[in-house]
């Protein structure tokens, strides 16, 4: 189970943090990702880290401005979405998602889907 949270709106140059709580997951999906959809544009993937050693990718587009980050507490881990210098092409909807690695979350290939939080950045 995911849940992301998190969204709002921010001007550009502004900063906003999304998070999502992940539960219940099997040790298979060790790689957890953030993806956006904007209007009439199909999903892409952000970025993601691996559940197991923390080690992260991004997107070309938000290299440099973005940072995913995560956290365990027992059962339950939380990965975070710092996204600073946003831009108003930033503006999507903003999902998270598990996957078995960097390249099935780059491929949209996710086991479970947390609903999405709405990013707008506008001025």
């Known amino acids: 189970q995911l849940q992301a949270s998190g969204g709002g709106s921010v001007q550009p140059g502004g900063s906003l943090r999304l998070s999502c709580e992940v539960s219940?997951?099997?040790?298979?999906?060790?790689?957890i990702g953030w993806f956006r959809q904007a209007p009439g544009k199909e999903r892409e993937w952000v970025s993601c880290?691996?559940?197991?050693?923390?080690?992260?990718?991004?997107a070309d587009s938000v290299k440099g401005r973005f940072i995913i980050s995560r956290t365990r507490d027992n059962a339950k881990t939380t990965v975070d979405l710092q996204m600073n210098s946003l831009k108003p092409e930033d503006t999507a909807v903003y999902y998270c998602?598990?996957?078995?690695?960097?390249?099935?979350?780059?491929?949209?290939?996710?086991?479970?889907w947390g609903q999405g939080t709405q990013l707008t950045v506008s001025s």
């Open positions: 998602g598990n996957g078995l690695g960097v390249r099935s979350l780059q491929k949209n290939l996710v086991g479970s």
């Open positions: 219940g997951l099997s040790l298979e999906y060790y790689h």
């Open positions: 880290i691996s559940n197991r050693d923390g080690s992260t990718n991004y």
